[in-house]
């Protein structure tokens, strides 16, 4: 069984950045894809950022391109999201999320963290 684990969520001013952190344990996740989603109240949960295997492929949504860059640290199994110039509108619980098969925007991914908190304020 696979465990993700956010970390690096909180309160941030807009315009301010914020580092998010998945740990996978359980087994390697070193080639899988990993995404991070997140879901604001009243809203479905959203594609953010997904990162292949290797890192050498990446996508983002459009609301978050240029501002927010995902990476991964495969000897850690760990995926970060870098989150920079962050606005109100960010506000929302993180999900990171791994499939040893899937790669992609949609909610295909097999395994998923609990979430962490990221509140921007204006």
């Known amino acids: 069984q696979v465990q993700m684990v956010e970390s690096g969520g909180g309160l941030v001013q807009a315009g301010g950045s914020l580092r998010l952190s998945c740990v996978a344990s359980g087994r390697t996740t070193s080639n899988w894809a990993m995404g991070w989603f997140r879901q604001a109240p009243g809203k479905e949960r959203e594609f953010v950022a997904a990162?292949?295997?290797?890192?050498?492929?990446?996508d983002y949504a459009d609301s978050v391109k240029g501002r927010f860059a995902i990476s991964r640290d495969n000897a850690k199994n760990t995926v970060y999201l870098q989150m920079n110039r962050l606005e109100p509108e960010d506000t929302a619980v993180y999900y990171c999320?791994?499939?040893?098969?899937?790669?992609?925007?949609?909610?295909?991914?097999?395994?998923w963290g609990q979430g962490t908190q990221v509140t921007v304020s204006s």
């Open positions: 990162i292949s295997w290797s890192g050498s492929s990446t």
């Open positions: 999320a791994a499939d040893p098969r899937y790669y992609g925007a949609g909610a295909a991914y097999t395994y």
